[in-house]
């Protein structure tokens, strides 16, 4: 065999599985982006021209379940930021589906976003300030448990 044309042969050959390499490593970078989690603040008179707009957005109360008792936005969903199964609580919910999220001042909703975003939700408005904020716009608020 032609010692040139074997070197030549490799060498396409290392080519080759250089460039499959490169676009083998560029897939999940293009996954990633498909399914990162966009992020919007929002302060209560935003959020509720949001939610009177769509009612495809939901709204996820991640206060304790006797602060969701005292006063909620209507329709809200539970899962308790303190709670044992936090993470368990999110796991249930549709990812899709775009989320108003909030607590009662806005610090355990900013830390629950990481949780959001590693779990793969889509789409994620934070409602700053939260339930206060809500409150002291004048947004309406329910009492009582969920039904």
């Not at 080759?16 to 083998?24: D, E, G, H, Q, Y």
């Amino acid at each position: 065999m032609n010692p040139i044309l074997s070197l030549r042969t490799a060498i396409t050959g290392i080519a080759a599985l250089v460039l499959c390499s490169c676009a083998v490593a560029e897939k999940p970078d293009a996954e990633k982006e498909k399914s990162a989690t966009k992020i919007e603040h929002v302060d209560a008179k935003a959020a509720a021209a949001l939610l009177k707009k769509s009612d495809k957005v939901k709204v996820l109360d991640v206060r304790t379940p006797d602060e969701f008792k005292e006063g909620h936005i209507k329709g809200a969903e539970l899962a308790d930021f303190k709670g044992d199964d936090f993470e368990g609580a999110l796991k249930k919910l549709d990812k899709s589906v775009p989320y108003l999220v909030h607590c009662r001042s806005g610090g355990r909703s900013t830390s629950a976003l990481e949780t959001l975003k590693k779990l793969g939700f889509q789409h994620i408005y934070h409602l700053d300030g939260g339930m206060n904020a809500w409150s002291e716009a004048g947004n309406p608020v329910e009492k009582g448990e969920k039904p």
